[in-house]
């Protein structure tokens, strides 16, 4: 998705064409709906004292920069490279796996956005953006606008999320195809941000007497531990992760373990979540320990 994520071995340039679109990348992708004219370009690596080559090995920069990214348009008399935040098909592709590009459900997710929120992580520098939240039941539909530092990337069953640091010292995971107008650096100081504190574990069971399965689940999701005298293997994760891990690991074994469409039942007890497979000798369970 950016240069600056890339080994040279994957990317179509040479070493000083590469080194002036990360300059360009690192100035154009601040805001997710940024333009810039020729002469900006060559304005930005006059300051980072970059060597300049021709005008027109500078379009040609240009131009191949539209040919490797899907959410960029170059041309006319100004020579304007401008962000188009409705493209899609790169974030798509790069998040969810290029078997989604075709699908009825594929998630809209703002290529440009998604960019510029990478390159704020590798920046560590603060972002501002509306939000379109799920209206909760009863209630009216209130946008908002989320401000912080991104934190990382979490993958989703049918969409993916960035986990953001808000300046009050929280987390909150925000659903990337719930961003699409834009996402701008706001230039804000990040100093004040109250320090995230150690955050609390959560311990994920999967119980089985199918000793095949859970080795199969050690091979595909290698931090698992597995534990054969008791029959089941275990994962812990932060728990700002728990929900999503359970919920894709669930997926999973509803799609690799039976045809039926609703195979669990689920109970919660003392705030743990526990789902038991109807048809197998099969259970999930998600357990939130205390910070040591």
Same mark, same amino acid.
């Given at each position: 998705?950016?240069?600056?994520?890339?080994?040279?071995?994957?990317?179509?340039?040479?070493?000083?064409?590469?080194?002036?679109?990360?300059?360009?990348?690192?100035?154009?992708?601040?805001?997710?709906?940024?333009?810039?004219?020729?002469?900006?370009?060559?304005?930005?690596?006059?300051?980072?004292?970059?060597?300049?080559?021709?005008?027109?090995?500078?379009?040609?920069?240009?131009?191949?920069?539209?040919?490797?990214?899907?959410? %960029?348009?170059?041309?006319?008399?100004? *020579?304007?490279? &401008?962000?188009?935040?409705?493209? $899609? !098909? +790169?974030? /798509?592709?790069?998040?969810?796996?290029?078997?989604?590009?075709?699908?009825?459900?594929?998630?809209?997710?703002?290529?440009?956005?998604?960019?510029?929120?990478?390159?704020?992580?590798?920046?560590?520098?603060?972002?501002?953006?509306?939000?379109?939240?799920?209206?909760?039941?009863?209630?009216?539909?209130?946008?908002?606008?989320?401000?912080?530092?991104?934190?990382?990337?979490?993958?989703?069953?049918?969409?993916?999320?960035?986990?953001?640091?808000?300046?009050?010292?929280?987390?909150?995971? %925000?659903?990337?195809?719930?961003?699409? *107008?834009?996402? &701008?650096?706001?230039?804000?100081? $990040? !100093? +004040?941000? /109250?320090?995230?504190?150690?955050?609390?574990?959560?311990?994920?069971?999967?119980?089985?007497?199918?000793?095949?399965?859970?080795?199969?689940?050690?091979?595909?999701?290698?931090?698992?531990?597995?534990?054969?005298?008791?029959?089941?293997?275990?994962?812990?994760?932060?728990?700002?992760?728990?929900?999503?891990?359970?919920?894709?690991?669930?997926?999973?074994?509803?799609?690799?373990?039976?045809?039926?469409?609703?195979?669990?039942?689920?109970?919660?007890?003392?705030?743990?979540?526990?789902?038991?497979?109807?048809?197998?000798?099969?259970?999930?369970?998600?357990?939130?320990?205390?910070?040591?």
């Amino acid at each position: 998705m950016l240069i600056k994520l890339l080994s040279s071995s994957h990317l179509p340039f040479n070493a000083p064409r590469t080194e002036r679109l990360l300059c360009l990348e690192t100035h154009l992708r601040k805001k997710s709906d940024g333009s810039m004219a020729l002469r900006n370009y060559i304005e930005q690596l006059e300051d980072e004292g970059i060597a300049i080559p021709t005008r027109r090995t500078l379009n040609e920069d240009l131009k191949r920069y539209e040919m490797f990214c899907d959410d %960029i348009q170059y041309g006319g008399e100004s *020579k304007l490279l &401008s962000l188009d935040s409705s493209a $899609t !098909q +790169d974030a /798509v592709a790069w998040l969810m796996g290029r078997a989604w590009l075709d699908s009825p459900l594929r998630p809209r997710l703002s290529s440009s956005c998604i960019r510029c929120l990478l390159l704020a992580k590798e920046l560590q520098a603060e972002v501002d953006f509306p939000y379109n939240p799920l209206r909760k039941s009863g209630e009216p539909w209130i946008p908002k606008m989320m401000r912080g530092i991104p934190l990382q990337l979490i993958p989703g069953t049918d969409s993916s999320y960035m986990q953001l640091q808000l300046d009050w010292g929280g987390r909150s995971n %925000i659903n990337l195809a719930r961003v699409q *107008k834009y996402v &701008s650096f706001t230039g804000n100081k $990040t !100093q +004040d941000y /109250v320090p995230l504190q150690e955050e609390q574990v959560a311990l994920i069971t999967v119980e089985s007497s199918d000793v095949f399965l859970l080795k199969r689940l050690q091979g595909q999701f290698p931090n698992f531990v597995i534990e054969k005298e008791k029959q089941r293997v275990t994962l812990k994760v932060k728990k700002s992760l728990a929900l999503m891990t359970r919920d894709m690991l669930k997926a999973h074994l509803e799609r690799t373990q039976t045809s039926d469409r609703r195979i669990f039942s689920e109970q919660e007890i003392d705030n743990n979540l526990e789902s038991k497979l109807f048809t197998k000798n099969l259970s999930l369970k998600l357990q939130y320990l205390s910070v040591q």
